[in-house]
Every structure is written in structure tokens, then in C-alpha cells.
């Protein structure tokens, strides 16, 4: 796709992608986020068509989206389950060796860049978009990254409950 055509869809479909984005994420700088990663994509793809510019441009935000809510919806249930600094400084015995056998099972099994995105997410605290500034990849590879680290760190501790759909 040319830069200039590139531009004239921005200029044509920008607010209605943002628009349907913010509908569906409720956050202003989540959805700036996810309308501009789908031109990104669109960089290097095909060009579009007039006639199905904008129902694909809909579409590609409305699954970024989706991706993005359940990336979040993961995020929030492993900081209740890995909420490693309150079990660290208040939890009992049991706590700390369950955070323990975590970290060593994080450290052996992960890849070293899971393990760096897990540990700076979840350790340290960082956002999403700080770990990714971090380790100078996109937003969209961490939440990947996070979501295999964590479907491994649930199978491993529950195998009898590890599901393929997080």
C-alpha cells in the first residue's frame, strides 16, 4: 500500500474506527492504540478497494478490540492470582513457597524474553505499554508473550483446568 493511499483512508475512516474502538474499550488512549497498530498492519499489506475499505477497516478494529479485552481479561486474572508482592511481604509460609515454586517454574520453563515481559509485568508492576517500551517490542507482542507465559504457568499448577481458549 502507498503512503498516499495510506493517508487517505486515515483521513476517511480514522474517527469511525476510533469511535467504534472507544465504544467497545471505554479507554481513550487504548483505543488511539488499537486504530493506529491496524494502519501499522496495513502498511505492508494490500491495498484496499474503496467499495471495502470500510467495512474491512471496521472489522480489523472491531477483532483488535476483542483481542484487547481478552488480553486485559488475562491480565486481571493473573494479578489476582500472582499478586507476588502481597504474598511475598504478607502471605504465610505456604504463600511464599507457592510464589517460590512460581518464580523457579518462570525462571526454567519460560523463554528468556517471556520470562523478562513476566517478571516486568508482574514483579515490577509495569503496564503493558511500559514493558514494552522496556524490551522494544509492540504492545501486541507482550500481550502474546504474557498469554503463553501464563497459559504454561496455569498448566503447569492446574493441569486438570488448563484450557486453550485465554
Do not use: W
Not at 50 to 66: D, G, P, Q
Amino acid at each position: 500500500m502507498t503512503k498516499k493511499e495510506l493517508e487517505n483512508l486515515f483521513r476517511t475512516h480514522y474517527q469511525p474506527m476510533y469511535r467504534l474502538a472507544l465504544s467497545l474499550l471505554a479507554d481513550d488512549e487504548e483505543s488511539r492504540d488499537v486504530v493506529s497498530d491496524v494502519f501499522v498492519r496495513l502498511m505492508d499489506g494490500p491495498s484496499l478497494h474503496e467499495t471495502t475499505a470500510r467495512s474491512y477497516l471496521l472489522t480489523a478494529v472491531r477483532n483488535a478490540c476483542c483481542n484487547a479485552i481478552e488480553h486485559k481479561q488475562v491480565r486481571q486474572r493473573a494479578e489476582r492470582l500472582l499478586s507476588a508482592e502481597a504474598c511475598l511481604t504478607a502471605g504465610n509460609d505456604e504463600d511464599r513457597l507457592r510464589v517460590n515454586e512460581l518464580l523457579h517454574f518462570a525462571d526454567t520453563a519460560l523463554t528468556p524474553t517471556a520470562l523478562e515481559i513476566f517478571r516486568l509485568r508482574y514483579l515490577h508492576g509495569l503496564t503493558c505499554r511500559e514493558v514494552a517500551d522496556a524490551v522494544g517490542l509492540s504492545r501486541q507482542s507482550v500481550h502474546h508473550h504474557l498469554t503463553v507465559a501464563l497459559q504454561a504457568v496455569r498448566a503447569y499448577f492446574n493441569p486438570k483446568h488448563t484450557r486453550n481458549d485465554d
